[in-house]
């Protein structure tokens, strides 16, 4: 049912088209589960694809950031937008790529304040002044990212991310996108 997912329609695997069928089975047969933005963004499949595409041109980048720290850019950014289903599923993503159970929750809970080394908290505090206000984003704030040593490329790449987890951000609460019940578990130690 829909309404338990999105206020819109949503798709099942089977009801992608074939490329987006074989793109979103990868990540269902990896994660043991289809993502819910995948089902909520299915019904239009062009979006879905032009989601993705460029998803995967910033996120599965192996030079500059790491994996963890693109993960971090996405927490803190979909915190500051109040973004539920953003925080839980790449808080998932963030506990298993830092092999931190603790850091995602610490962020999400208030990246204005969560302690970090000089380099997260750059990290963070250039994606929050461009998330939360962004006309006010100048020079000072590229100016405190180059001074804790972030490169011209890293610096794109918060930037990028910020800007497309501001749209994630927007999609989840127009479609009111319920998180899946398996990333809450995601990353976190067996009891």
């Not at 850019?73 to 925080?87: D, E, F, L, P, R």
């Not at 999609?171 to 990353?187: D, K, Q, R």
Request: hydrophobic content about 45%.
């Amino acid at each position: 049912m829909s309404g338990d997912v999105s206020r819109f329609p949503v798709v099942e695997l089977d009801g992608l088209p074939e490329d987006l069928r074989e793109r979103v089975g990868a990540i269902a047969e990896k994660s043991g589960f289809v993502p819910n933005i995948f089902r909520a963004l299915g019904h239009r499949p062009a979006e879905l694809r032009a989601f993705l595409d460029y998803h995967d041109a910033l996120m599965d980048r192996s030079d500059g950031l790491s994996k963890a720290e693109r993960e971090l850019v996405v927490v803190a950014t979909s915190s500051a937008n109040h973004c539920t289903y953003c925080v839980v599923a790449h808080g998932a993503i963030l506990r298993i790529r830092a092999k931190d159970p603790e850091l995602a929750d610490r962020v999400a809970g208030n990246p204005w304040q969560v302690e970090l080394d000089e380099r997260g908290r750059a990290i963070v505090d250039l994606a929050l002044a461009l998330a939360r206000d962004s006309a006010k984003f100048g020079e000072a704030d590229l100016a405190r990212a180059r001074a804790a040593g972030l490169t011209e490329d890293e610096i794109w790449d918060v930037g990028a991310i910020t800007a497309l987890f501001a749209l994630s951000n927007r999609l989840a609460h127009l479609t009111a996108l319920s998180p899946n019940p398996e990333f809450f578990t995601m990353g976190r130690p067996a009891q």
